[in-house]
């Protein structure tokens, strides 16, 4: 399973990692492709947040998402 991208580094105005994504970044911290992130939110497997037309997507939403996916090989374990 891939792992999210640390982000820690991303400047942001408080120097913290964004607490939310758009989609293209979404995508690139998941290693998942735009069109998966978009078909995610489409069947309901992703949450996404609307500001006018911006869709955000949280970091923990991310996380879940990402963890509900199969675990192959030796039995994940909790980080």
Request: a positive charge.
């Amino acid at each position: 399973m891939q792992q999210m991208k640390d982000r820690s580094s991303t400047n942001t105005p408080l120097g913290r990692p964004p607490i939310a994504y758009t989609p293209e970044e979404a995508a690139a911290a998941t290693g998942r492709s735009r069109t998966r992130i978009y078909k995610a939110i489409r069947d309901k497997e992703l949450t996404a947040r609307k500001d006018g037309k911006a869709t955000l997507l949280e970091d923990n939403e991310l996380r879940r998402w990402v963890h509900s996916f199969p675990a192959i090989g030796r039995e994940a374990t909790a980080a």
